[in-house]
């Protein structure tokens, strides 16, 4: 299995809901990441996670919380997020956080915020 | 500020032609340099990458040549295909820290039949 997967893949929430987006790889990796994807835009780092400790928060808002419940999953919740955090939401992973890794990226989950 | 340039932002190219993409770097700490690509909806995939102590990658019919004096890399399609039409981001990542990259601002790709 080479893949990342998550889900959902498209979810739309008010202002004040809570949802949890969901990503799991297979591949034995030990270092997980979230980025946020505007249009037309690269992806930006949020969170990277290595042997299920979080090692880089990149002055993330507080309304995301990610979390590493095993070495194979990672989520991220959301609550009370504004229009703006609109966005697509990518899930990466990699062998760990040593040179020359490789990062695998999922499908993303596509985020409105109404 | 944008740690790696990316350019052109759009490329039209004809079918079996060569498309190139071209990245700047400043900082030297800097020593995995990954291509993406990506399509409409989808997560970015992994092209091809290269290590600053190779001049030169080829994978099919995707190549980066890397400069390490000049501090700049770029990717040659060759052979454009329509289904190459994407956006391809090209990235860096730091020696030491997290393995987190630094993208490019993107180059979306049209090949015309």
């Known amino acids: 299995d080479t893949e990342v997967t998550q889900t959902p893949k498209h979810l739309v929430m008010g202002m004040t809901n809570k949802k949890s987006l969901k990503c799991e790889q297979h591949?034995?990796?030990?270092?997980m990441y979230w980025y946020k994807q505007k249009a037309k835009k690269p992806p930006e780092l949020m969170f990277v996670y290595s042997y299920e400790k979080l090692s880089i928060n990149e002055s993330v808002p507080s309304r995301f919380s990610p979390e590493c419940p095993n070495s194979s999953l990672l989520n991220l919740h959301l609550h009370a997020l504004q229009p703006e955090d609109s966005a697509l939401y990518l899930c990466?992973?990699?062998?760990?956080?040593?040179?020359?890794?490789?990062?695998?990226f999922g499908p993303g989950t596509r985020l409105t915020v109404l | 500020q944008q740690q790696v340039k990316q350019s052109p932002q759009s490329l039209i190219v004809q079918k079996g032609g060569i498309s190139i993409i071209n990245c700047a770097y400043e900082?030297?700490?800097?020593?995995?340099f990954p291509w993406y690509q990506q399509f409409p909806g989808k997560g970015p995939a992994l092209l091809i990458a290269?290590?600053?102590?190779?001049s030169e990658k080829k994978e099919g019919r995707f190549t980066i040549s890397f400069n390490k004096s000049a501090k700049q890399f770029s990717l040659h399609i060759m052979d454009s295909q329509p289904g190459d039409s994407a956006t391809y981001f090209c990235a860096a990542r730091r020696a030491t820290g997290a393995n987190n990259l630094f993208f490019g601002t993107g180059t979306r790709l049209t090949v015309i039949p």
């Open positions: 591949m034995g990796h030990r270092a």
């Open positions: 990466a992973s990699s062998q760990d956080l040593a040179a020359y890794r490789g990062q695998f």
């Open positions: 290269i290590r600053p102590d190779v």
């Open positions: 900082n030297t700490a800097f020593d995995y």
